[in-house]
C-alpha cells in the first residue's frame, strides 16, 4: 500500500496509515493533539508578549492620566495671584482679593486672614525708616510690573499694627517675607531692587514639584547632592494625599528639589522593599537621596500619613527640613546659620582653602583627605541613623560640614583658637547650644586628619573616618571633658583652660 500524506506534514516522517490497523490510527490521533498543543502554546505566548492594541492603549492612557493629573496639582502652585476683584470689592477686607497691581496694607485685623488665603509678599517697616523709604517705591514698581495677577504683594506698618509685627518676630526694618501659612516664612535678603526682588519671587513662583517619571530617578539622583523624591502608585491613592502634600512641597521649592514619581516602578527604582529599614513599600514613599545617590534616608510612614492637618504637614515639613542638608556641604555665610543654630552637634573639616583647589590655594592633598574623611564619618552617621527607624524619625541629632580656613580664618583663630593656616586641617566637634566644642579625643590627641600626602586614599579616608565617627560617638555619651574660654580671654585672645583633654567656647554664625 502506498504512503498516505497527513495534513500537517506528518509524511515527512514516514507515518503510513492503515485503515485496519488501530495501533497506527491512534498515533496520528496523538501526533496531531501534539502538535495542536504546540500551537496553542505559541499562540498563547505571543498574545501575553503583544496584547491587543486596546489593553495597551488603557494601560498608557492610566499612566498618562496620572501624569497629568500630578502636573496639574503642581501647577497650582506657579503663582497665586486671584482673579481681579470686582469694582465694589473692599481692598481692605479681609476675605477681598489683593488687587492685581497693588499693594495692600495689612492690619492686626486683617493680617493673618488675609496671609491665610493665599501667600503674600509682605514689607515690614516703619514710617520714620529711611530705608523703608527706599524701598517703598521699589516695592510698589515691583508689584506693578512683575507681580501683577501672579503674586499677593503686603505691607505692614509695624508702628501702627504692633500685635502682628511682635507676633512675626520682626527684629529690623525694613523686612521682607514671603509668608505662605501655616508654613514658616523665608525672609528676603537680596539687593533691594526690582531684580533682587524679582529674582527672590521667582523662587515661589514656579510649580511645586516636578513630576517625573520612573526611568528618571536614578540619573536626577546621581547628579544631585540632595534631591527629594514622592512616589505613589495612583491606582491604590487618590489625588488628595498628593495635593495636601504639594502644599508642603511648595513650602520648600526655593531651597531644595522635590520631585514626584506618580508610578508604582518608582518604588523599585529607589530601592524600596521589605527589607528596608524603614518600613515596607506601601501606596506612597517620601525618600531623600544625598551625595549622587549612594546614601538615602526614607521618612517614617506615621509621618507620611493623614497628611490633610496642619499638624501633620508642619510635621512633614520639619522632617524634611531636618534632613535636606547635603552629607557634608561647605559652611559659609548661606547656611551657618541654619548649621550653627538648634540643638544639634556640628562636626566641622577645618581646611587650608577650598576643596576643589583656587588660587592661593595648597596642594589639595591633606585638604581633600580632611573632606573625603569628614564625608565618610557623615556616611557611617547615616547609616546608624537608618539602621534604627526611632532615629530616622526623630531630629537629626549631628550635621556635618567642611569651613575654608583660610577664607574664615579670623573666625577660626576667634572662635577655636586655632591658628591658620599653620594649624590646618583640623576636625572639631561643636556644640552650638552648650557654647562648647571639641577637638581632642579620650587619649588627649587632636582628632585624627591622616598623614596627609599623595598616600591618602579612599581606605585611609574610610579609616578617618571610622575614628571622627567614633569620637563624635563619645561626645554624645559625655565622655569627652572639655575646658571652658573666658569671654573676657577670647576677646584678648588668652585661653584659660580648667582641663587637658578639650576645649571650649562660644559658637556664633559666620
Not at 531623600?288 to 549612594?294: F, M, P, Q
Not at 599653620?422 to 587632636?446: C, I
Request: proline residues 7%; contains cysteine.
Amino acid at each position: 500500500m502506498p504512503p498516505i500524506v497527513l495534513r500537517g506534514g506528518t509524511a515527512a516522517f514516514g507515518v503510513r496509515a492503515d485503515p485496519a490497523s488501530p495501533a497506527t490510527n491512534s498515533c496520528c490521533l496523538l501526533f496531531l493533539l501534539l502538535l495542536a498543543a504546540l500551537l496553542a502554546l505559541t499562540i498563547g505566548a505571543a498574545t501575553a508578549a503583544n496584547p491587543n492594541d486596546d489593553d495597551q492603549d488603557g494601560d498608557a492612557a492610566v499612566d498618562e492620566d496620572a501624569f497629568a493629573a500630578a502636573s496639574a496639582i503642581a501647577a497650582r502652585y506657579a503663582g497665586f495671584q486671584s482673579d481681579p476683584p470686582p469694582a465694589s470689592a473692599d481692598p481692605a477686607s479681609p476675605s477681598s482679593p489683593t488687587p492685581p497691581g497693588h499693594v495692600v496694607h495689612l492690619t492686626d485685623a486683617t493680617y493673618r486672614t488675609v496671609t491665610s488665603l493665599s501667600p503674600h509678599l509682605v514689607m515690614y517697616h516703619a514710617p520714620w525708616c529711611g530705608h523703608c523709604k527706599q524701598l517703598s517705591p521699589v516695592l510698589s514698581e515691583f508689584t506693578r510690573t512683575v507681580a501683577r495677577g501672579r503674586l499677593h504683594v503686603g505691607k505692614v506698618d509695624c508702628d501702627a499694627e504692633t500685635a502682628t509685627c511682635k507676633a512675626a518676630a520682626v527684629r529690623g526694618y525694613p523686612t521682607v517675607r514671603f509668608v505662605q501659612e501655616p508654613f514658616p516664612p523665608v525672609e528676603f535678603r537680596g539687593r533691594r531692587s526690582v531684580e533682587g526682588l524679582q529674582a527672590f519671587a521667582e523662587r515661589f513662583l514656579s510649580p511645586a514639584f516636578k513630576t517625573i517619571r520612573a526611568s528618571e530617578v536614578a540619573s536626577i539622583a546621581e547628579a544631585s547632592d540632595v534631591a527629594v523624591f514622592y512616589v505613589y502608585d495612583p491606582k491604590a491613592l487618590t489625588s488628595d494625599h498628593l495635593t495636601h502634600f504639594a502644599s508642603v512641597a511648595a513650602s520648600l521649592r526655593a531651597d531644595l528639589p522635590v520631585y514626584v514619581v506618580p508610578d508604582a516602578a518608582g518604588f523599585q527604582r529607589l530601592g524600596l522593599d521589605s527589607s528596608d529599614t524603614a518600613t515596607p513599600a506601601a501606596a506612597a514613599a517620601l525618600v531623600i537621596t544625598k551625595d549622587g545617590g549612594s546614601d538615602h534616608t526614607r521618612c517614617p510612614a506615621r509621618t507620611l500619613q493623614d497628611l490633610a492637618t496642619t499638624a501633620q504637614q508642619l510635621a512633614l515639613r520639619r522632617w524634611i527640613v531636618d534632613n535636606k542638608h547635603p552629607l557634608a556641604p561647605q559652611l559659609d555665610a548661606g547656611n551657618s546659620q541654619e548649621l550653627l543654630g538648634g540643638d544639634h552637634l556640628v562636626v566641622l573639616a577645618i581646611v587650608d582653602g577650598g576643596v576643589g583647589g583656587g588660587e592661593g590655594s595648597p596642594p589639595p592633598s591633606a585638604t581633600s583627605l580632611a573632606v573625603a574623611g569628614l564625608r565618610a564619618a557623615a556616611r557611617g552617621w547615616s547609616r546608624r541613623r537608618r539602621a534604627d527607624p526611632m532615629k530616622v524619625a526623630g531630629r537629626n541629632p549631628v550635621r556635618f560640614a567642611w569651613l575654608d580656613g583660610r577664607e574664615r580664618g579670623e573666625y577660626v583663630r576667634r572662635m577655636y583658637g586655632i591658628d591658620t593656616p599653620a594649624g590646618l586641617p583640623r576636625f572639631v566637634v561643636a556644640s552650638p547650644r552648650d557654647e562648647e566644642f571639641y577637638e581632642r579625643g579620650a587619649d588627649g590627641a587632636l582628632f585624627d586628619v591622616g598623614g596627609g600626602g599623595e598616600s591618602g586614599g579612599a581606605g585611609e579616608a574610610e579609616a578617618i573616618g571610622e575614628k571622627l565617627l567614633a569620637n563624635v560617638v563619645l561626645v554624645m555619651e559625655g565622655k569627652l571633658k572639655v575646658c571652658v574660654f573666658s569671654v573676657l580671654c577670647v576677646c584678648v585672645c588668652v585661653c584659660v583652660c580648667v582641663c587637658v583633654r578639650a576645649r571650649s567656647c562660644t559658637c556664633t554664625h559666620l
